[in-house]
């Protein structure tokens, strides 16, 4: 893959929003398209990962301190971005002397998006210019980065899906920030709010889109038996917020925001699906719910619905 030359996207529908501390790029491969998206933390910034469905693909998950995350495609060979974001970083540091602590640890997650494709996958050199790239304040929607070749809405056949891709969505509410950003490649469809299935699910003849519960209620009916889930699926997240929190709240959470997400993914968590959910903490503003959890996991909620809505190009 030498001959591959990193490609950094520019234009297009983008999310922008005020949140210091973290700094977005993104790099792909056009030739045979692919990408990864990293979010960099220049002072570091503790995390917690909640991991769930059957076939999931990441790496230090268990950290619990990050100065980076990175997403990407490519399954598990696509891990190997994450590499070079972390060699990136430890270029920058200078080697004169390493302590322990002055490893640049980088944590990540993959979708699987090899349809179709000829072995192309994000590399250390993607991962390593995608870092080059970040910039604060700005996040590319769409088919871009991580969600080049993402898909959506796969349970009731693989040729009623549509294209996904990245998501975000920003909510401040006085001090406090709160930011979503998702890649979506889900088996599942997408459904807004009021319970309409808005992405995948699509019967190109008729222009509808099929509800999976219809479907499962008629195959049942039927002789033989339920095909198999489709394979190449996968939805990422990251929640960062300022607040203040503990280890304990920050894994509470990151449970709490991922289980609230099959409210916009249905399916979701499903066998072929290797949903991961990061959350961060750039520990920035006292909290003044660090006794309501709960609550200010409901609002973490409602922005990731809101970040799955924008998840595809228009």
């Known amino acids: 893959m030498s001959d591959l030359k990193p490609f950094i996207p520019e234009g297009g529908r983008r999310l922008e929003f005020d949140f210091p501390g973290i700094e977005i790029g993104v790099a792909e491969y056009e030739a045979d398209p692919t990408g990864c998206t990293v979010f960099h933390f220049p002072r570091g910034a503790p995390f917690a990962a909640d991991v769930r469905g059957g076939s999931p693909g990441t790496i230090g998950t268990d950290y619990g301190f990050a100065r980076a995350i990175c997403f990407a495609g490519g399954s598990l060979m696509g891990l190997e971005a994450a590499a070079g974001v972390a060699a990136e ?25 090899f349809a179709r494709r000829n072995g192309v996958y994000p590399d250390k050199e993607l991962g390593a210019a995608a870092l080059r790239a970040a910039r604060p304040g700005v996040f590319p929607l769409g088919r871009r980065g991580a969600g080049r070749m993402a898909s959506v809405g796969k349970a009731i056949a693989l040729d009623r899906s549509e294209p996904g891709g990245q998501g975000a969505a920003f909510r401040q509410v006085g001090e406090a920030k709160i930011a979503v950003f998702t890649v979506v490649n889900s088996l599942g469809a997408i459904v807004d709010r009021n319970g309409n299935v808005v992405r995948g699910h699509l019967d190109r003849a008729s222009g509808e889109r099929g509800h999976l519960t219809d479907e499962v209620e008629r195959r049942l009916r039927e002789p033989g038996h339920l095909p198999p889930a489709e394979p190449g699926n996968t939805t990422l997240t990251l929640v960062v917020t300022n607040l203040k929190l503990p280890a304990r709240s920050l894994n509470q959470l990151a449970r709490q925001v991922h289980v609230s997400m099959a409210r916009a993914i249905q399916p979701f968590h499903t066998d072929a699906d290797g949903d991961t959910l990061f959350i961060v903490t750039t520990n920035e503003v006292d909290n003044p719910m660090a006794t309501m959890t709960g609550a200010l996991g409901a609002l973490m909620s409602e922005v990731a619905w809101d970040a799955v809505l924008s998840c595809w190009d228009e």
């Open 89 to 113: 970083l430890f270029e920058r540091r200078g080697h004169e002397h390493v302590d322990w602590a002055d490893v640049p640890t980088v944590a990540g997650a993959i979708i699987f998006d």
